[in-house]
């Protein structure tokens, strides 16, 4: 397979990076997988547009987390507040479980890596703590400010930091998959995210909810308002991520995998790392785990060969061609 650096000025010569070997040929069982991208395709197309990918399927994980909080269990007569808190936090926290699943499963697919369960097992478990947690701080203001009848500015203003922790939370669980995000803006635009869509979510729980109408339509009206105002707060989420991680970024990597098909990462002092791994984050089908790596550190970016360690320097518009993926440095000048 392919391995070579073309340099953006033609008459300078680039190194190509030493130390590389052949990789093995695939083992009969991947000759039947498709390497990602390899023809144009709208799916493709679709994986590539990132603040779209994020927003619809963070939507989607709310509306499903919304659905299947409607199973948590109901009021009680006169509950004391040490169970009213545990109803609250595991209502937050059935709701955010898919909701996380759906951040989780959009990076993934963004990344064009294969749909494992334990990103699925990650995302429930990130989703539950943050939810719990988020429902006790909910639970703990309502009962402290309840004062009389609620006003819509500390509802609103309640449930804003309750999302907003939640989002933070799941923040910190995105920053291990993002790569180069790091987790104080993880922590940073999940808590931004969720602070707009916890207002959204109040909104449209009472935007749905018709006062004239009779106890059967108001709850059903209240569960769609319920879907729409957690779908939003998804949407909220997902769409933070993507703009907090674009604002920050000084330096990214351009994966090609076909026309109108690409991936950018985000380079720092995290490798990405290239090869056939299941943990590499540009996956390259016929290549060993962790084949080679692009860092950017103390502003020179870096092509590193996994085998012999050798380092060879990248700039903007460097491109490199590894197997049928190109790859294109993209960085201040």
Request: hydrophobic content about 45%.
């Amino acid at each position: 397979m392919d391995q070579e650096i073309y340099p953006d000025n033609q008459n300078e010569p680039d190194a190509m990076p030493a130390g590389g070997s052949e990789p093995p040929p695939p083992a009969p069982h991947e000759e039947q997988d498709v390497m990602p991208g390899a023809k144009p395709s709208a799916v493709g197309r679709l994986k590539s547009q990132k603040w779209l990918l994020f927003a619809l399927i963070g939507c989607l994980g709310g509306v499903a987390g919304s659905a299947f909080a409607e199973l948590a269990p109901g009021d009680s007569a006169n509950p004391s507040f040490i169970e009213t808190a545990m109803k609250t936090g595991i209502w937050f926290a059935m709701a955010a479980s898919f909701l996380a699943v759906g951040l989780f499963m959009a990076n993934e697919i963004y990344l064009r890596h294969n749909l494992h369960p334990r990103f699925v097992q990650r995302g429930l478990f990130t989703g539950a703590v943050g939810g719990m947690i988020a429902g006790f701080i909910a639970q703990a203001l309502f009962s402290k400010m309840m004062t009389g009848e609620m006003s819509n500015t500390k509802i609103y203003a309640i449930y804003s930091i309750c999302w907003g922790v939640l989002g933070a939370l799941l923040g910190v669980g995105l920053a291990g998959r993002v790569p180069n995000l790091g987790v104080i803006r993880g922590i940073g635009a999940g808590a931004v995210g969720g602070a707009i869509g916890g207002t959204a979510f109040v909104f449209f729980g009472d935007y749905f909810v018709a006062d004239d109408a009779s106890q059967a339509t108001q709850n059903i009206m209240g569960v769609v308002g319920r879907m729409a105002g957690i779908g939003l707060l998804g949407a909220a989420l997902g769409l933070a991520m993507v703009v907090v991680e674009s604002l920050f970024n000084e330096a990214t990597l351009e994966v090609v995998w076909a026309p109108n098909e690409t991936t950018k990462f985000n380079l720092g002092a995290d490798p990405i790392y290239i090869g056939g791994g299941p943990e590499d984050q540009i996956y390259v089908r016929g290549f060993g785990e962790r084949h080679a790596s692009v860092l950017f550190s103390n502003g020179i970016i870096e092509f590193i060969d996994g085998e012999s360690q050798n380092r060879t320097p990248l700039k903007n518009g460097s491109h490199l061609q590894i197997g049928t993926v190109k790859l294109i440095i993209h960085a201040a000048k």
